[in-house]
């Protein structure tokens, strides 16, 4: 069973590497006051994704220690989106902040769109063992989340990271 949410998502993203793809790799992989590069922000993205995945996999193989969501989840995620709108910029941890020399955005494109029909096929997997209202991913901010909160989670960080990439684009 397709999951709407994920699919949208993956529409949003192959449609800002169409966009993206018409740039120059050098300003792609161009660091720009110290700061990360357009790549490196979506390498960041995908790789948030995938870790998030993994996380899930090794979680759920002992479903009985998973947990209901607790309702302070959405307050934190609610503070969380408020103070990234604000500007307050958050620490990403080492392991979704290491990064290739050079990213090769067709490489990282088809790796992503990969990573999205993995996730889909763990989405479909927790919902026929009814794993994915539990709290099945631990955010360092937010908190345990289930399933439909972990993918609001990637929709507003990939646009989080897709804002500052376009004003990027535009220096």
């Known amino acids: 069973m397709r999951n709407l949410e994920l699919d949208r998502l993956e529409k949003q993203r192959a449609e800002f590497f169409d966009q993206l793809e018409k740039l120059p790799n050098d300003l792609l992989n161009n660091k720009i006051n110290n700061s990360w590069s ?21 979680k759920t193989k002992y479903p009985d ?8 989840v959405y307050l934190r995620t609610t503070l969380l989106r408020f103070f990234l ?11 979704t902040s290491t990064f290739p020399e050079k990213i090769d955005l067709k490489i990282l ?3 992503w769109s990969d990573s999205r029909k993995s996730f889909q096929n763990l989405i479909n997997t927790l919902e026929e063992k009814k794993l994915n209202n539990k709290a099945i991913f631990r955010h360092p901010l937010m908190g345990r989340l289930n399933m439909k909160l972990t993918l609001y989670f990637f929709n507003f960080h990939f646009k989080h990271h897709q804002k500052i990439i376009n004003n990027l684009k535009n220096l």
Do not use: D
């Not at 357009?38 to 090794?58: K, P, V």
């Not at 220690?65 to 302070?72: C, E, G, Q, R, V």
């Open 65 to 72: 220690l998973l947990k209901k969501m607790s309702f302070t």
């Open 109 to 111: 494109k088809s790796q």
């Open 38 to 58: 357009i790549a490196q922000h979506l390498y960041h993205t995908w790789l948030a994704e995938t870790s998030t995945e993994q996380y899930i996999r090794t």
């Open 85 to 95: 709108k604000l500007g307050v910029r958050v620490k990403a941890p080492i392991s």
